[in-house]
């Protein structure tokens, strides 16, 4: 292996949503160097260390890219015999999991960049020998997209990311939960309407004229498989907020004491909430409980971060509202009736499973491993994901306890005189268990 090194680091925030080329074997190229410019001003022990065992050591996901793109752009495209087989296993999502990658032999720093150079160049042999297989190239440049976001989860956590707190869902100034979330001198009438006033978030009609919807993406293009295929649902009027929920919200909710209101959490949520067997929740001080406040960005107006399924319901139930299903966040959002989507992504009411005629492409593990395991869908994008990934279609998942990934909620309601069948206002129904 070569001793290639990673840049030095300009401007992340200008690489971080830049457009990509049209041309799938030049975006390729552009998103590596998103990468590199991504990371390239942390230090070797900063890459090497893990920060959390729900997150892997930054150099893990490194290589891991390098291995992926090896396998579909060389092995399965090129028809060549794997570049590093021994290391197949050990950067195999499946085989090595997470809360285990920090203790081993991993590939060093320079190692890994040397990996990923080799593979490219590879690469590039292929391509000039076959041609570009544009579902694999937009698999493979994707893949890398979505691995960066949660290395950016990683580098928050890590404290290795100051810019991240200058845009949206970035760090600020919240306060701790349960905290006073108004002025001493405040009188209690005016905090009553200040408190009315947040847990009445404005809300859009969405209308339904047919009693059914189209959910899913076209059959043209580039969609991973649990996008597929796309089909009708019934779904009845409903209402829908403009805008996600504040850090304004969230901390009103706190400081009404949501956090120890039995009567607004599910059983799961609750368990969760006391930090029981099983979770993988801690507050401040290391010890259970519940996730500490979700960064406060710029202003009490920006969208809440870092917010669990568990908490979203708890705080849908606190505004007497509920959680959208993904088949009426997505109506609204081809409605053009949401604002600031992409923000935060946005926990739904729907568990994670296949739609109707779903067929596993172009391998069951990327998706069908984990219907029917609790996964809940979480839709819109985050201010740290690229536009390429983050379309209205594309469903992500994560399990309702998960907080460290860029995660809010937008709330919903029935309209009037049309119940919809999704999960009542005030007690949630049980999240998943797994």
Do not use: K
């Amino acid at each position: 292996m070569s001793t290639a090194q990673a840049p030095t680091a300009h401007d992340p925030t200008g690489v971080l949503r830049a457009p990509l080329p049209e041309d799938p074997h030049e975006a390729l190229h552009a998103v590596r160097e998103r990468t590199r410019t991504l990371v390239a001003g942390l230090t070797r022990a900063q890459l090497e260390t893990q920060f959390d065992p729900l997150l892997s050591p930054l150099v893990w996901d490194l290589a891991h890219i390098a291995a992926y793109e090896d396998l579909w752009l060389v092995h399965r495209h090129g028809g060549r015999p794997l570049l590093h087989p021994e290391l197949a296993a050990m950067y195999d999502a499946f085989e090595t999991p997470r809360a285990v990658r920090g203790d081993l032999e991993l590939l060093d720093v320079p190692a890994a960049w040397a990996y990923l150079d080799d593979v490219r160049g590879r690469v590039d042999e292929v391509v000039a020998e076959r041609g570009v297989d544009p579902e694999l190239h937009e698999l493979v440049l994707r893949h890398e997209l979505q691995h960066t976001e949660t290395m950016l989860q990683a580098m928050r956590l890590g404290g290795l990311a100051p810019w991240l707190d200058a845009l949206p869902g970035g760090a600020g100034d919240a306060r701790p939960a349960g905290a006073d979330a108004r002025p001493r001198e405040q009188s209690d009438d005016v905090a009553a309407r200040a408190l009315a006033r947040v847990r009445r978030p404005a809300l859009i009609d969405v209308p339904a004229p047919d009693g059914r919807v189209s959910v899913g993406a076209d059959p043209e293009g580039f969609a991973y498989d649990n996008e597929r295929p796309r089909h009708e649902r019934p779904l009845e009027p409903f209402r829908i907020a403009r805008r996600p929920v504040t850090v304004e919200t969230w901390r009103a909710f706190a400081a009404d004491g949501g956090y120890d209101d039995r009567a607004l959490w599910s059983d799961d949520g609750w368990a969760w909430r006391a930090g029981g067997a099983g979770t993988d929740v801690r507050d401040s001080t290391g010890g259970g409980g519940y996730a500490g406040p979700p960064p406060g960005a710029r202003g009490e107006d920006e969208a809440a971060c870092h917010l669990s399924f568990f908490e979203a319901e708890a705080i849908a139930a606190w505004c007497g509202l509920r959680l959208p299903t993904e088949a009426e966040w997505e109506h609204a959002r081809a409605s053009g009736l949401l604002h600031d989507a992409g923000a935060v992504w946005e926990w739904t009411a729907s568990p994670f499973e296949g739609y109707p005629g779903f067929v596993p492409r172009p391998y069951p593990e990327y998706s069908a491993v984990f219907f029917g395991r609790g996964y809940r869908v979480l839709r819109g994008g985050s201010f740290a994901s690229h536009p390429r990934v983050a379309t209205a279609s594309f469903r992500n998942w994560d399990l309702p306890e998960r907080h460290q990934i860029f995660s809010g909620v937008r709330l919903a309601a029935d309209a009037p005189d049309h119940p919809s069948g999704a999960p009542a206002s005030r007690r949630p129904t049980a999240g998943g268990r797994a």
